[in-house]
């Protein structure tokens, strides 16, 4: 299912370290609407899928692509991916590229 695709995507960015050094960040509330309005069945979403902790200084997905992974109707080549682990990398001591 293509619009699923960012499933991975996503756990792949959590684990990266959105979160807080605390590990009490604030949700970033419009990504995960976003999420839930366009994945088609209620079975892929869980806790790691339509949740993304929102930071000031790391770059989500939806700021750096103007959407999020996944989106109906968009399909970002790895040129576009790179560009955003490097962001990522310029944003977090935690990422390396």
């Known amino acids: 299912m293509r619009r699923n695709a960012f499933i991975p995507f996503v756990g792949l960015v959590l684990a990266l370290g959105l979160g807080s050094s605390t590990g009490l ?4 509330a419009e990504y995960a ?3 839930k309005e366009y ?3 209620p079975r892929f979403l ?3 899928v339509d949740y ?4 000031e200084t790391v770059p ?3 700021e750096h692509f103007g959407e999020i992974i996944g989106a109906p109707g968009i399909l970002h080549n790895t040129t576009d991916i790179y560009g955003y682990m490097r962001a990522l ?3 977090s001591p935690r990422v390396e590229v």
């Open 33 to 35: 609407q976003r999420i």
């Open 52 to 55: 993304l902790p929102s930071s």
């Open 60 to 62: 989500s997905p939806l």
């Open 89 to 91: 990398a310029e944003a």
């Open 39 to 41: 994945t088609t069945d």
């Open 46 to 48: 869980s806790d790691l």
């Open 25 to 28: 960040a604030q949700e970033d």
